[in-house]
């Protein structure tokens, strides 16, 4: 009989398999960076809580975690349902943002309502950009999308537009009203919805 991986040598498999360091793991998950190297070197165990809050930061079950085995990892059963407690609001100069899904961490989408509230270039400033692609469909009112390398599209209620997000870009509202619009923007950045965030932090209302 094969003998059973120890927590330790779980935690190291893992978060080797998915390319972590233990600063990444302990940003994700509030773990200490010491506590999670003395767990790795058999210095240390976890009470159950702390480990369903190892378990919760990195989105996976405990039975992946404590499976030891880094080649067939446990098949992802997340979902999150907006609400109030899974939103999260970011008044900008340029957009009204509403994160949704915020309790899921490491997703590879990262979904955003948003309303568009420069309706000029000069108010909007300059383009941005940003690693990674996005989709975008507008949900109310009329918008206009600039890029660096297009001609000005306009996109009403029900049309999209698909970009690489590292081409300059913006969204101006156009019709009557702030234009409602869903975003869902992906790459592979281990948190990039965090990167989304501090990005347009840049941005925020009175800069």
């Known amino acids: 009989m ?32 010491s506590t999670l190297s003395k767990v790795e070197n058999d210095q240390m165990s976890l009470t159950y809580d702390k480990l369903l809050q190892i378990c919760g930061g990195l989105g996976i079950h405990v039975t992946e975690l404590l499976s030891g085995d880094s080649k067939q990892p446990a098949a992802r059963t997340r979902r999150s349902v907006t609400s109030k407690s899974t939103t999260l ?37 300059p383009l941005t950009s940003h690693a990674g692609e ?32 590292t081409m300059g870009h913006a969204y101006l509202s156009v019709g009557e009203g702030d234009a409602e619009m869903l975003c869902v923007c992906s790459g592979d950045e281990p948190d990039m919805e965090q990167t989304l965030i501090g990005l347009n932090e840049e941005e925020k209302v009175g800069t």
């Open 2 to 33: 094969s003998e059973q991986p120890n927590l330790g040598d779980c935690l190291r498999n893992l978060r080797r398999q998915h390319g972590w360091t233990l600063q990444d793991v302990s940003h994700l998950t509030g773990v200490a960076v």
């Open 89 to 125: 609001r970011q008044l900008t100069r340029n957009y009204d943002y509403y994160y949704l899904a915020t309790d899921l961490v490491r997703k590879r989408m990262v979904p955003i309502l948003a309303d568009a509230r420069a309706r000029t270039l000069e108010q909007f400033g």
């Open 134 to 165: 996005e989709f975008l469909i507008v949900l109310k009112g009329e918008i206009e999308v600039h890029t660096e390398q297009y001609a000005p599209v306009r996109l009403k209620a029900g049309e999209s537009v698909y970009i690489d997000s």
